[in-house]
């Protein structure tokens, strides 16, 4: 199955920055975009607009965590409440610089922690090391014990 990733991010210019960063570090995999914590979890339980996808789980989420209609955090916490989603990769992306952000998305099970460079170089390197190690190095369980 196609690996790909799914950015959860409202900022248009963040996600085209993201989107560019990815494609400028040779990151090819196809990118969804889910612009409120609603809609991506709709993606992710194939509900709502989302009810007749086919396909797989993503191979990463990067996460942002000032969303419209439902915070990051909780949607975090939806992803790891499902036995479907519990295992699935999920980088927090943000320009939260809140301490207690940072301690929330461990405690609810984030596997990393970004906080955005604003700096574009440094955003660069950032998505460059996260393409590398979640697409090309990281196994991931998505599907291992998975039924049809």
Known sequence: MEKYILLV????????LAIRALRK???VNRVEVARDGAEALDFLFRRGTHAGRPGNLPE????????????????LQ???????TRLLPVVVLTTSSED???VESYRLGANSYIRK???FDQFMEAVRQLGMYWL?????????????
């Open 100 to 102: 207690r952000d940072l």
């Open 60 to 75: 990463v989420v990067l996460l942002d965590l000032k969303l419209p209609k439902l915070h990051g955090l909780e949607v």
């Open 136 to 148: 090309i190095l990281n196994h991931s369980a998505n599907g291992v014990g998975a039924h049809a």
């Open 25 to 27: 570090n040779h990151i």
């Open 9 to 16: 991010e409202d900022n248009p210019d963040d996600e085209i």
């Open 117 to 119: 460079p604003v700096d």
């Open 78 to 84: 939806r992803i790891r409440a499902e036995e479907a």
